[in-house]
């Protein structure tokens, strides 16, 4: 069974302030991918990683994969109180279809 | 376009009886996935199904089940509803199946919330 373990599982950070959300497991996944979800509605797809090192930068996010790919991070550079919302992330296996293994999640609230 | 439609979005049922649930995934789209969210587990891959064919299967007992049929809509079913099936239910779809250097993005739906008193 593979696992992921998200930190911090809460945030609670003042506007213009810098973040980072960790995702680390055990096992190795073929690729990460990090959703960030609103309330009443389903997870939305921000990111993809599927090499070992690489770095991907969306506006002021920024996601890495580890070399061994086993782990993950994002970082929020000047949080803004739009970036409020449950961060996930969910890797997948090579060989497992469309099958995604989530990490707990971070709830993040950003204060004006 | 129009995204993964998922039915009904709220329902409430007693222990012991079943529930289905259904999902239109994006026009186009042959893979559909169901997960199941609650606040202690957080969001657990239920099954996948691409081309009307049972793709993957998570660990959850066989009173979960589904299926897809040819224009690749997805129903889900519950039977003998437990108190702990409480949950919001996720359906999502994609193009393809399988994530590769070549992407692959998946759409979810905004949930079935089922409640079981």
């Known amino acids: 069974t593979q696992l992921l373990e998200q930190s911090p599982q809460f945030l609670s950070i003042q506007e213009g302030e810098n973040l980072t959300v960790y995702c680390n497991s055990s096992?190795?996944?073929?690729?990460l991918q990090w959703y960030r979800q609103e309330p009443g509605e389903g997870p939305v797809l921000l990111v993809t990683?599927?090499?070992?090192?690489e770095v991907k930068k969306l506006k002021r996010l920024t996601f890495q994969f580890g070399d061994a790919r086993k782990d993950s991070s994002l970082h929020i550079t000047a949080a803004q109180p739009g970036d409020t919302g449950l961060y996930l992330c969910?890797?997948?296996?090579?060989?497992?279809?469309?099958?995604?293994?989530f990490g707990g999640g971070t709830r993040l609230m950003v204060k004006p | 376009k129009a995204g993964v439609t998922q039915t009904p979005r709220y329902l409430i049922k007693t222990r012991g009886q079943q529930v289905t649930l259904s999902c239109s995934p994006i026009?186009?789209?042959?893979?559909v996935s169901w997960y199941q969210q609650t606040p202690g587990q957080g969001l657990q891959f239920l099954f996948e199904?691409?081309?009307?064919?049972?793709?993957n299967k998570g660990n959850f007992p066989g009173r979960f089940s589904g299926r897809q049929f040819s224009n690749s809509r997805s129903e889900m079913n519950v039977s003998t509803l437990e108190l702990g099936d409480s949950a919001l239910y996720l359906c999502?779809?994609?193009?393809?199946?399988?994530?590769?250097?070549?992407?692959?993005?998946?759409?979810f739906g905004e949930g079935s919330w089922l409640t079981v008193v």
């Open positions: 999502a779809s994609s193009l393809k199946t399988g994530f590769s250097l070549s992407g692959n993005t998946i759409y």
């Open positions: 026009s186009g789209h042959r893979s």
């Open positions: 969910a890797g997948a296996l090579e060989t497992g279809g469309n099958m995604l293994t």
């Open positions: 199904y691409f081309s009307e064919t049972q793709r």
């Open positions: 096992s190795v996944f073929s690729s």
């Open positions: 990683v599927v090499t070992g090192g």
